[in-house]
């Protein structure tokens, strides 16, 4: 039997040329083939076809990253708030912050629990925390405490404090006006402590329909565009656990005081 000359890689290429115009290289040496049009389109669309298949996976999986940084970011929270109930006799932050820090929230009680944060004063610490510890990595709006626009930055923080749990003097309801104890936690795995922002100039919520559901691209600039039930937010827990919830596990007005009886605390300052 006679031999072909041609290898497995060579075969196709000496069979395949499809007319191609063929001229000689700019060296005068053989020739020289170049690809046709509708050659070129089909490796191009080759290509999009390909790239069409990756990209939704890739980001998809930004997504489930920054979902993961975000709890982590809860969760060293969590920490620093059970450190600082430890030191205040159990009381659980202030939704406020305090009677002189009233101005710069829950944030600045907790920040100097929290890594690499020092306790100079107020301000230094609101800039400190603002840098890095409490910015969620799935929100692209920044915190601009000097010049906020609702909508457009966050004057606070990218997280919000349940109010129902912690009270806001401000706040027309009255039960969202209460401070409580961890000792009057009926369960503080089950009671809603922080979640995503979205009401971008307060620190603190009575409704779940403010909280932001960025976690599942959500993230909305109009406050009265209701969530789809889909929607994903992070929450933390008094009792320090980290879980994602879906707007309709959680859309009920009463789930915001699930863990604690909102109707018993002192009022707060």
Same mark, same amino acid.
């Given at each position: 039997m006679k031999k072909s000359k041609f290898t497995l890689i060579e075969l196709p290429l000496e069979r395949y040329h499809f007319n191609r115009d063929c001229k000689k290289s700019a060296h005068g040496q053989g020739k020289a083939?170049?690809?046709?049009? &509708?050659? /070129?389109?089909?490796?191009?669309?080759?290509? !999009?076809?390909?790239?069409?298949?990756? %990209?939704? $996976?890739?980001?998809?999986?930004?997504?489930?990253?920054?979902?993961?940084?975000?709890?982590?970011?809860?969760?060293?929270?969590?920490?620093?708030?059970?450190?600082?109930?430890?030191?205040?006799?159990?009381? &659980?932050? /202030?939704?406020?912050?305090?009677?002189?820090? !009233?101005?710069?929230?829950?944030?600045? %009680?907790? $920040?100097?629990?929290?890594?690499?944060l020092q306790t100079k004063n107020a301000t230094d610490d609101l800039l400190a925390s603002r840098s890095h510890i409490f910015l969620c990595p799935g929100e692209p709006r920044p915190i601009n405490y000097g010049s906020h626009k609702v909508g457009v930055d966050y004057k606070w923080s990218h997280y919000t404090i349940n109010c129902y749990l912690s009270g806001k003097k401000s706040f027309a309801e009255k039960n969202a006006g209460k401070v409580r104890t961890l000792g009057e936690m009926e369960d503080a795995s089950k009671a809603i402590y922080l979640l995503d922002n979205e009401n971008t100039g307060e620190n603190g919520i009575i409704y779940s329909s403010y909280a932001s559901y960025r976690h599942s691209g959500n993230s909305r600039t109009d406050l009265a565009v209701i969530p789809k039930d889909s929607d994903m937010t992070n929450v933390l827990y008094i009792g320090g656990n980290v879980e994602s919830r879906n707007y309709a596990s959680i859309k009920a007005w009463n789930y915001l005081v699930v863990g604690f009886d909102y109707t018993k605390g002192a009022n707060a300052p």
């Open positions: 083939c170049c690809f046709t049009l &509708i050659e /070129l389109l089909v490796v191009i669309a080759i290509i !999009a076809i390909l790239a069409a298949m990756l %990209l939704p $996976a890739l980001s998809a999986a930004r997504m489930r990253a920054k979902d993961s940084a975000c709890k982590n970011t809860l969760k060293q929270m969590g920490v620093s708030t059970l450190l600082y109930c430890d030191d205040n006799k159990e009381w &659980i932050p /202030l939704a406020n912050g305090s009677t002189n820090f !009233a101005a710069y929230g829950w944030q600045y %009680l907790i $920040a100097p629990y929290m890594s690499g």
